[in-house]
């Protein structure tokens, strides 16, 4: 059965760095589309990126352009978020998520999530 | 950016009953709409895309309608565990979600 699971959340400092991963199973990873989706406490759900399953089209939220940077290894079936210049308002938890086949961004499979908090 | 706005924010009902879920776009999103639903310390799960479109594994009495800015998630008589969060997402733009309608038993 198709599993992702995130890791790498934590507790970081304003101006700090962390990476994401998302490990994924039972399902030809490289075949899909990837997406890191976030939602902040009390807020709504925000997408944060998406990637190819090749690698050659990432795309990000206005939000976190030039911060983040989306990743893939097929050979691993993993995903990645590197987020650099962590700002408060990144504090969320985040979930990589599956697109549908030839859907990019309608995501049929979601991990738990990771929280990341940002604070001094 | 399109704002998604879903109505009720919380709608009661028992089960047995006909669920009707909004959805109102900002602008026009086509037909380019999912219906995501949200348990409890659960993954959200897709329910429906492009407006009407069931995905695997949804049971029949999930269905979604509409087109350009309003569309409906109805669910035909509920189940128990069918009282969840519901929200919806447009990918005609950068995606968007909306803020989510809570179904709770009455």
């Known amino acids: 059965q198709v599993q992702l699971v995130e890791s790498g959340g934590g507790l970081v400092k304003p101006g700090g760095s962390l990476r994401l991963s998302c490990a994924a199973s039972g399902f030809t990873f490289s075949d899909y589309y990837m997406s890191w989706i976030r939602r902040a406490p009390g807020k709504g759900l925000e997408w944060v990126s998406y990637?190819?399953?090749?690698?050659?089209?990432?795309t990000y939220a206005d939000s976190v352009k030039g911060r983040f940077t989306i990743s893939r290894d097929n050979a691993k079936n993993s995903l990645y978020l590197q987020m650099n210049s962590l700002r408060a308002e990144d504090t969320a938890v985040y979930h990589c998520a599956r697109g549908l086949p030839n859907i990019a961004v309608a995501v049929d499979y979601w991990g738990q999530g990771t929280l990341v908090t940002v604070s001094s | 950016e399109i704002v998604l706005t879903q109505s009720p924010a919380t709608l009661s009902l028992s089960p047995g009953e006909r669920a009707t879920l909004s959805c109102r776009a900002s602008?026009?999103?086509?037909?380019?709409l999912a219906w995501y639903q949200q348990r409890p310390g659960q993954a959200p799960r897709l329910l429906i895309y492009?407006?009407?479109n069931r995905a695997t594994g949804i049971a029949a009495r999930f269905s979604g309608s509409g087109s350009g800015t309003d569309f409906t998630l109805t669910i035909s008589s509920l189940e128990p565990d069918d009282f969840a969060l519901y929200f919806c997402q447009q990918r005609a733009n950068w995606p968007t979600f909306g803020q989510g309608t809570k179904l709770a038993i009455k």
């Open positions: 602008q026009s999103v086509g037909s380019y």
């Open positions: 990637i190819s399953g090749s690698s050659d089209y990432t």
């Open positions: 492009d407006a009407s």
